[in-house]
Every structure is written in structure tokens, then in C-alpha cells.
């Protein structure tokens, strides 16, 4: 079993090997299944450290604007939403569990704390915020959650205009991109 949640990639072909792994052995039908369930090559698979795949989370990753980004932009964002979810993991908690405040600690935790070796800066985190922002708006439409632990605040747009802006984002350069 692995200890932290992991990002999979869908191959352009699928083997199944039920020689060598045996638990395998009745899915030689995986590309089919897989391509009746929307998953297409390119894909990433987020596995929790149970080995447990979520199907509203892969639902995301598979069938939302996400399916449509381009590759590097897809590998940047389930980067941050396995470092989000496997943080949540953490907590005893699932994505679809979180709160503001797990948010704000997660801010903490990414970009400050001696206990993270992994820091990030302010870009990273800022798009790594606008693919959890992505995520939740998404999951708050499909009412998989009733509320986004992403806190928004209104602010001064490029233009002079008020718009909504993550709160856990930069205070001085305008609102991060986070609607879908």
C-alpha cells in the first residue's frame, strides 16, 4: 500500500498483465471500460493511499473543462490537487470534506512551515489556487459539496471593476483566474 496519495497517467495503450499481476486478470477489457466511462489517454487517475480511486474526483479530472486543457497545463493542476487532497488525507479527510479552514492551514502549510520541505511561492500557489478554485466551483454545480473552502473577497479588477477574488490570494496584482 502506498502512503501518500499518487497521480497516474492513462497510457495511449493499455496492457492488462494478468500474468504478472493476478488481481488483473478479469479486466482485459480495461480500455473499453474506461472509454465508456469518459477516461480517454492523458487522463490522470489520483490514487488515495488506500488505493481507492474516487469517482467524483476522476469524474472531474475526465469529464469538466479539465479534460479540455492542454497536457502541460493538466499535469500542473493534478500536481496541486494530489498535494491538496494528500495533505487533506492527512487530516482524515477526503477532498470533498474541506473547509475554509483547512484551506487557510494548507496556505500555511504549501508556502511557509518548516514542516512542509516543498515550499512554494507565490506563483505556484497562486495556480495552485486556481486549480482548487477550478475544482470546487465545479463541485459546488454538480453539488458534491454545498460550499467551497475557497473564501472569496471582492476587489479591484484590471479594469477599475469589482470582482471576486479567492481571499488566499495576492492582495496587490488583481484577482486570481479561478472560475470555470
Given amino acids: ?24 486478470g478479469d479486466w482485459e477489457d480495461l480500455e473499453e471500460r474506461e472509454a465508456r466511462a469518459g ?5 490522470p487517475i ?3 493511499p488506500n488505493c481507492r480511486i474516487g469517482g467524483r474526483l476522476s469524474h472531474f479530472l475526465a469529464r469538466s473543462f479539465f479534460a479540455r486543457l492542454d497536457p502541460e497545463t493538466k499535469r500542473s ?7 491538496f487532497v494528500d495533505f487533506l488525507w492527512s487530516r482524515g479527510k477526503n ?9 487557510w492551514d494548507f496556505e500555511g502549510w504549501r ?15 497562486n495556480r495552485g489556487l486556481a486549480a482548487l478554485g ?16 475557497i473564501e472569496m473577497r471582492e476587489t479591484i ?10 481571499a488566499a490570494g495576492p492582495r496587490t496584482r488583481g484577482p486570481v483566474a479561478c472560475a470555470g
Avoid at 39 to 43: A, D, E, M
Avoid at 77 to 83: E, F, H, K, W
Avoid at 118 to 125: I, N, P, S
Wanted: hydrophobic fraction near 45%; include cysteine; aromatic fraction near 12%.
Fill in 111 to 125: 508556502t511557509r512551515s518548516v514542516k512542509n520541505p516543498q515550499k512554494v511561492g507565490g506563483a505556484l500557489w
Fill in 134 to 149: 477550478r475544482l470546487y466551483l465545479w463541485a459546488v454545480k454538480q453539488r458534491y459539496v454545498s460550499v467551497s473552502p
Fill in 77 to 83: 493542476y493534478a500536481t496541486d490537487y494530489c498535494v
Fill in 46 to 48: 489520483l490514487l488515495s
Fill in 39 to 43: 477516461i480517454r489517454p492523458g487522463t
Fill in 95 to 103: 477532498w470533498d470534506e474541506a473547509i475554509s479552514g483547512d484551506l
Fill in 157 to 166: 479588477g484590471r479594469h477599475g471593476q469589482v470582482v471576486e477574488a479567492p
Fill in 1 to 24: 500500500m502506498v502512503s501518500r496519495w499518487r497521480v497516474y497517467w492513462v497510457p495511449a495503450q493499455r496492457v492488462v498483465e494478468a500474468i504478472r499481476v493476478p488481481a488483473l
